[in-house]
């Protein structure tokens, strides 16, 4: 079956989303998500002026072939757009192999290893008080997991605040809108959230939280001793990971789980936090991690030192990053959970999918394929709108984690 070619859509259906669409001589298409918030631009460059000239006539059931030939070939390996480019590619080779084979994807990887996929929401708020409202929403729809993220006093655009609504996306303006940061006051705030989670909620709930990088390792110790009365499933990007050796110091003195790697494009990102069992869960996901073949090499390392998966699902990652998410999920043996940020009704349509939400689970669906598409005419309706993602400044004006 021969790649007879292979385009790239970019479409902003309240978002910017970039898709690869490769075709073949026996018919049949698959996509693959290509989009990195805020950067859009470079990967569409990437796969147009560099990956898609070396696709056309190759034989598309060698996935594995042409992920090393994009790898080996670029000489300058690794970073988030030559990944994310690669991913879109494996993603929607995979899918074609899949529908080949008259199959879903999972069933393909090697069958489901449960019957759905735990999944986690987003409840944010300007304050703890909007905040535990929102948990409570969340729970009513059926939510077993919630992330619970609030405004902090005196904090001017606390990360993970939302503008209402179900999901929150942080890309906001032409040029980065700037935030500032200040940790103490966050410190002796956090703590408090999830105290009142607690006493409102109860027990059972599974509560997680996003530090989004803006600790240094000691202040990640001391937030993560500070939140173990209340019983995290996760403390997430709790201090910058370039660094991998920096989690040595948070694991030292907290027992709450930790949870790293959305930003993270390879094996190499994570090798040392997996192997010397600094984090709990690793969060790579199919769009920036090279895609389903990569991630499975993450997820086989991070099994063999007891390491879940808990792969990034926000917002600017599209339906065909999410429909094909879970079908890795319903899969892998060492699955932890799944992120869930519900995108708008708009890129519902410009993307049809066959995953469904059921009382705190989504399931892929039994479609060929990794079963997400893309509508072309509706997606020509929302043309790019060139958006950043904020910067975040300390009170004296240095630039700081975001
Ligand atoms: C966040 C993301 O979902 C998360 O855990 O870290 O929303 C992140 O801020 C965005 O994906 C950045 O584009
Ligand atoms: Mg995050």
Known sequence: ???????????CPGRNFVTLKIETDQGLHGIGDATLNGREKAVVAYLEEHVIPLLIGRDAHRIEDIWQYLYRGAYWRRGPVTMSAIAAVDTALWDIKAKAAGMPLYQLLGGASRDGVLVYGHANGADIEETVDAVGRYQDM????????????GVKGAYGVGKGGLYYEP????????TVWTTSTYLDHAPKLFERLRATYGPE?????????????????????SLEPFRLFWMEDC?????QDAFRLVRQHTTTPLAVGEIFNSIHDCRTLIEEQLIDYIRTTVVHAGGITHLRQIAGLAALYQVRTGCHGATDLSPACMGAALHFD????????????????ETDAVFPHAYTFN????????????????????ATKYPYDPKQLPVARLTDGSIWNW
């Open 1 to 11: 079956m021969r790649i007879i070619a292979a385009k790239v859509i970019v479409t």
């Open 142 to 153: 059926g939510y077993k997991a919630i992330r619970a993220q609030s405004g902090v006093p």
């Open 171 to 178: 890309a906001d303006s032409t040029l980065p809108s700037e």
């Open 205 to 225: 709930i599974e509560l997680l939280h996003d530090v989004h990088h803006r600790l240094t390792p000691i202040e990640a110790a001391r937030l993560g001793k």
């Open 239 to 243: 201090t910058p990971a370039e660094n």
């Open 330 to 345: 319903l899969w892998v043996p060492n699955f932890g959970i799944q992120e869930y940020m519900r995108h708008s009704e």
């Open 359 to 378: 009382d705190g689970y989504l399931h892929p669906g039994e479609a060929v394929g990794h079963g997400v598409d893309i509508d072309e005419a509706l």
